[in-house]
């Protein structure tokens, strides 16, 4: 049986033996499309990924080769369907049982802790290197200790302190600032009547804790510090749970908000009035593409009405565009949020059901506000959602979540001028003084865009010798403007179906400004109908905008991202070659999908065939066997471009 550790050295393993001769890249590349099984990475991520900013000039090339010598390792083990390529990237498919890292997920979800937690044999990627992996690594050790510590509440609970004492001692010795686990070495200590060493031990977290961080332990280590020393009974077996695991009551999670926040101020002045009820719960979703700073919109706002919410101020980032990570779904997300509130770990029941009845129960007499950071879809926070309370619940995604009923919408645009403007003299300073005229052409470049406009004015801030006017300069190269975000949006459209991938591919290569659902389907070669589907589709995933009813556009860096995934792929010769097929009078005429079917005709066309014109006729008039005033309208009649191959490639001319 062929399997995949990652949780330790990465290694592909054939009935228990590692295979051998995979380069390092290779075994890189090979992680990262193991821990974003099921989904399709493009080339551009996986770019980004293995170099981050510091891609050299043969990254695609050896991409390529990796997935290449990748694929050559897994046909001599049998598994050649386990990689397979697809519009947009590559797409790791492995069987269940076959990763270690998703059976640790999935142990660590149905409780058995112990089985998870021998799954690993060393730090996670332990010997690959690429870009991706420090934060990784980070992030699945941090999974291991976390399952860790709720294995020795567990135990705890249940009275095997004694046989914990060694073990903590040494994961204490490794991560010396992780407090929980210095709690339970307390814990475990003075249940062992060894109430010198559980306060020396004590004493020893606080110690490093303010040496290395300038920190105090937080309120529930303090609290049982305490007890130790006074050996209050309620420390004994029966309320050890309790007492080692309650955070404060009135806790505040809200990531930091940042000093330099510019404009939004309409916004502003409708989620903290707007919304903010005395009669029951409050549901807004706030939904906008990548990059336009919907998290940074709401921790903002959250840290202006958190004293309205005594009760809790809780977050948690539901990782539904982030790099490199899952999705957290439904029953993680509620155990996070009841562990926020206070509720210890041994009351959180495991059914995803029970745990959402529970969160509903403990919301139900607080006022408590909750921050639900990028979400996937309405599907993803519904299991979230509050009771009758006085809760305000925040949810952040980059789809309109159009079905979550009762919640209030707030759709984000780019900024505008003035506050772009504003964001950029924040980040820069008096440079941005200087050259008023070269800001608004930055501005301009970064499309109002405000990730865009930060990583910007960051590149500038900390290059002393360069001008606005020279920043300017550099950034009418689209590629380098691209860089800072490309990342982001290829997250957003890696999410996408495959159909709605094609199209965004396509409407990259429009030489308009705009598009209207009959020229969409000429371009695709699919019903008017469809195209609207896939049009609206994007259009809810904030890939497209619509600034008048009826016609699309793109935001100017969507555009260019989708320009360069279409030339990536060879999308331009489809583009010139597919009317031609699709509309001569050929023997394969075309379905209603739009792929050619050798027998059945089209529902609601004819084929027409292109004629010859003499000076003076119509471009695209059909040739029918009916008379014309009874032919029916083609989408080919609506194809407003014309490609013409050139020496240097194909050019794409409008016709009208």
């Known amino acids: 049986m062929l399997r995949f550790t990652l949780l330790g050295p990465v290694e592909m393993v054939v009935d228990g033996a590692p295979l051998t001769g995979i380069a390092p890249r290779h075994r890189a590349v090979l992680a990262y499309l193991l821990l974003n099984a099921g989904r399709v990475i493009g080339i551009e991520r996986l770019i980004d990924a293995m170099w981050g900013y510091d891609r050299p000039d043969t990254a695609r090339s050896q991409i390529h080769a990796s997935i290449t010598a990748i694929r050559k390792v897994l046909r001599g083990a049998g598994a050649v369907r386990l990689l397979e390529t697809r519009a947009g990237g590559y797409i790791a498919q492995p069987a269940p049982g076959q990763v270690d890292a998703q059976e640790f997920t999935e142990l660590v979800a149905a409780g058995e802790l112990r089985r998870a937690l021998d799954l690993w044999s060393g730090e996670a990627l332990e010997d690959v290197h690429a870009h991706y992996v420090t934060g990784v690594r980070e992030l699945w050790n941090d999974r291991r200790l976390s399952a860790y510590e709720r294995l020795v509440e567990g135990e705890l609970a249940a009275g095997r302190h004694g046989d914990l004492l060694d073990e903590l001692a040494a994961q204490v010795a490794a991560n010396p600032l992780r407090e929980k686990l210095n709690g339970h070495l307390v814990l475990a200590l003075h249940r062992a009547g060894r109430q010198p060493d559980a306060l020396a031990a004590a004493r020893a977290y606080r110690t490093a804790l303010a040496d290395e961080q300038g920190l105090d332990p937080g309120h529930a280590f303090t609290e049982m510090e305490r007890a130790v020393l006074a050996d209050d009974p ?91 990570r899952e999705p957290i779904d439904a029953a993680a997300a509620l155990e996070t949020l009841l562990r926020q509130l206070g509720v210890p770990a041994d009351r959180i029941p495991v059914a995803p059901a029970e745990r959402s009845a529970l969160w509903r129960a403990e919301l139900a007499d607080r006022r408590v506000l909750a921050v639900l950071d990028n979400a996937l879809d309405s599907e993803h926070v519904r299991p979230l959602l509050p009771g009758r309370s006085g809760t305000l619940v925040l949810i952040t995604s980059r789809r309109r979540l159009v079905d979550l009923d009762g919640a209030q919408a707030l759709s984000v645009d780019v900024l505008g001028e003035a506050d772009a403007a504003e964001l950029f003299e924040r980040i820069v300073g008096e440079r941005a003084h200087q050259e008023p005229e070269a800001v608004r052409e930055v501005l301009r470049l970064c499309g109002h865009l405000p990730l865009a406009i930060r990583i910007s004015a960051a590149r500038l801030q900390h290059r002393p010798r360069w001008t606005v006017s020279y ?146 006729s119509t471009p695209n008039a059909p040739t029918s066997s009916r008379p014309p005033s009874t032919a029916p309208r083609s989408a080919w009649a609506c194809w407003p471009w014309r490609c013409t191959p050139t020496s240097t490639g194909t050019r794409i001319t409008t016709t009208r």
């Open 234 to 324: 309620a420390l004994r077996l029966a309320g050890a749970a309790t007492a080692a695991s309650q955070p404060a009551s009135r806790s505040t999670f809200l990531p930091y908000d940042i000093p330099d926040f510019s404009g939004r101020t309409a916004e502003l002045q409708r989620l903290a009035d707007e919304h903010h009820t005395d009669n029951g719960p409050a549901v807004v979703t706030i939904d906008g593409m990548a990059g336009i700073g919907k998290t940074t919109l709401v921790v903002h706002v959250a840290h202006r009405l958190a004293a309205r919410y005594p009760d809790g101020r809780l977050f948690i980032d539901l990782q539904a565009h982030t790099a490199g």
């Open 471 to 616: 920043l300017a300069g550099r950034l009418r190269d689209h590629r380098r403007l691209l860089d800072g975000v490309s990342a982001a949006f290829a997250l957003s459209y890696e999410q996408l179906h495959e159909d709605k991938q094609r199209m965004f591919r396509l409407l990259g290569l429009v030489p308009g400004r705009d598009i209207d659902v009959c020229g969409a389907a000429a371009l695709a070669g699919i019903r008017e109908d469809e195209a609207e589907e896939l049009l609206e589709g994007l259009l809810d995933a904030h890939m497209l905008l619509q600034l008048e009813p009826g016609r699309y556009t793109f935001h100017d860096l969507l555009r260019e991202h989708a320009r360069s995934l279409a030339e990536d792929d060879g999308a331009v010769m489809r583009l010139c070659t597919a009317p031609a097929r699709r509309w001569t009078g050929s023997s394969r005429t075309p379905s209603a999908s739009g792929r050619g079917s050798p027998s059945r005709p089209p529902r609601s066309r004819p084929s027409a065939t292109p004629r010859r014109r003499s000076p003076g």
